[in-house]
């Protein structure tokens, strides 16, 4: 069992099981699985320990893109007013240095920090942002989400040319993740 919780495995074609590191404690431990939530939509692909969904031709009403990473998570049980302090501070400031270093091999030239919040999704602390994004190809939006999950930290990429888009595929993919643990009170 030990071994089980310890492992991260590719399952299927279109999911990742990561489980929390085994020196969390049990009271944090958590599986994460997550999928697509339409398979005949969606194609999957690993990249570099990633999991990429990208939306089929004529599928999505633009071109869209959902990235998946799960590692150990810094702190199990995250202070709301130290995320949300994180969000006014760290983000912004994390975000100017990456413009610092644009453009970048993968083409992308600006990216703009719209917001950041700090909620809940699945009854574990998140923190969702917004960037307005410029590339050699032109201008897309991207939403991310980084999820407090135990001992987990679940990381959710959406980017599509409209917001609505965006949104819409990373809330869509969200919902048909699961998480296995207890969730903090």
Same mark, same amino acid.
């Given at each position: 069992m030990a071994l089980a919780l310890g492992a991260c495995q590719q399952v299927g074609t279109n999911s990742t099981i !990561?489980?929390? /590191?085994?020196?969390?404690?049990? =009271? @944090?431990a958590t599986v994460v699985r997550t999928?697509?939530?339409?398979?005949?939509?969606?194609?999957? !692909?690993?990249?570099? =320990?990633?999991? !990429?969904?990208?939306?089929?031709? /004529?599928?999505?009403?633009?071109?869209?893109?959902? %990235? +998946?990473?799960? %590692?150990k998570s810094p702190t199990p049980r995250p202070d709301p007013v130290a995320l949300d302090r994180y969000v006014k501070i760290e983000i912004p400031k994390a975000n100017e240095k990456f413009n610092a270093t644009l453009p970048n091999p993968q083409g992308v030239r600006e990216a703009k920090l +719209?917001?950041? &919040?700090?909620?809940?999704?699945?009854?574990?602390? &998140?923190?969702?942002?917004? @960037?307005?994004?410029?590339?050699d190809k032109g201008s897309f939006e991207a939403v991310a989400l980084t999820i407090f999950a135990g001992g987990s930290l679940v990381k959710f990429d959406s980017a599509a040319t409209t917001l609505p888009t965006a949104r819409k595929n990373l809330d869509d993919f969200v919902s048909a993740m699961q998480i296995e643990g207890r969730p903090p009170e």
């Open positions: !990561q489980a929390a /590191l085994p020196d969390v404690p049990p =009271e @944090f999928s697509s939530p339409d398979p005949a939509k969606w194609v999957y !692909q690993k990249i570099n =320990e990633r999991d !990429q969904w990208r939306c089929r031709p /004529l599928s999505c009403p633009d071109n869209s893109v959902v %990235t +998946v990473t799960i %590692t +719209v917001s950041s &919040a700090v909620e809940k999704v699945h009854g574990y602390y &998140a923190i969702r942002s917004i @960037f307005d994004m410029m590339n």
